[in-house]
T-cell receptor, first 109, second 119 residues
Framework: KNEVEQSPQNLTAQEGEFITINCSYS?????LHWLQQHPGGGIVSLFM???GKKKHGRLIATINIQEKHSSLHITASHPRDSAVYIC???????????FGGGTRVLVKP | EAGVTQFPSHSVIEKGQTVTLRCDPI?????LYWYRRVMGKEIKFLLH????????ESGMPNNRFLAERTGGTYSTLKVQPAELEDSGVYFC?????????????????FGPGTRLTVL
């Protein structure tokens, strides 16, 4: 079992819909990175969080430490949100990342 | 401020050849990480430098891979000799000072990756 599990693997939404991506992680991971990768593009950090909730524009990330679960929400989705979204766990020692498999999101106009 | 850069963006080589990938981190970032995504799998950690020292190289697949960071600035990752299973995208990331030693989390900034194809 991977230390970081994401769901769903693929997601298709209509423009304007609310999108949720889930991430579960195992013991030893103290914080999470949410990352975005556009087709053919590099990886961009969206959020890093170890507790509570963070919001940036239409993106919201939450984390529940007790349940070892995090969610990334996209409100009022837009075709330009189409990308792979990756959850990565941070272990305190060294800060190296343990990655989930990614969620491929396609937002149709 | 320039971000993390990687060179080359693509490399196609034959099995048995040598390839060297380069990563230039954000200026002043002590931490430098190498990661790799092999086709169909999740991205995996390879190693972590703090300045010029290897902090953690537990993810290096075997001794055909050699990473260096002379002077604590840019880093190179050499694969010699390359095998078919080394094909994938190699990402580099950097983060600020060695605060990780105090249990703090520093955001990692990623380069665009190098796509390596071994034929």
């Amino acid at each position: 079992k991977n230390e970081v599990e994401q769901s769903p693997q693929n997601l298709t939404a209509q423009e304007g819909e609310f999108i949720t991506i889930n991430c579960s992680y195992s013991v030893g991971i103290s914080a999470l990175h949410w990352l975005q990768q556009h087709p053919g593009g590099g990886i961009v950090s969206l959020f890093m969080l170890s507790s509570g909730k963070k919001k940036h524009g239409r993106l919201i990330a939450t984390i529940n430490i007790q349940e070892k679960h995090s969610s990334l929400h996209i409100t009022a989705s837009h075709p330009r949100d189409s990308a792979v979204y990756i959850c990565a766990g941070i272990k305190a020692a060294g800060n190296k990342l343990t990655f989930g498999g990614g969620t491929r999101v396609l937002v149709k106009p | 401020e320039a971000g993390v850069t990687q060179f080359p963006s693509h490399s196609v080589i034959e099995k048995g050849q040598t390839v060297t990938l380069r990563c230039d981190p954000i200026s002043g970032h002590d931490n430098l990480y190498w990661y790799r995504r092999v086709m169909g799998k999740e991205i995996k950690f390879l190693l972590h430098f703090v300045k010029e020292s290897k902090q953690d190289e537990s993810g290096m697949p075997n001794n055909r891979f050699l990473a260096e960071r002379t002077g604590g600035t840019y880093s190179t990752l050499k694969v010699q000799p390359a095998e078919l299973e080394d094909s994938g995208v190699y990402f580099c990331a950097s983060s600020q000072d060695a605060a990780s030693n105090r249990g703090l989390y520093n955001e990692q900034f990623f380069g665009p990756g190098t796509r390596l194809t071994v034929l």
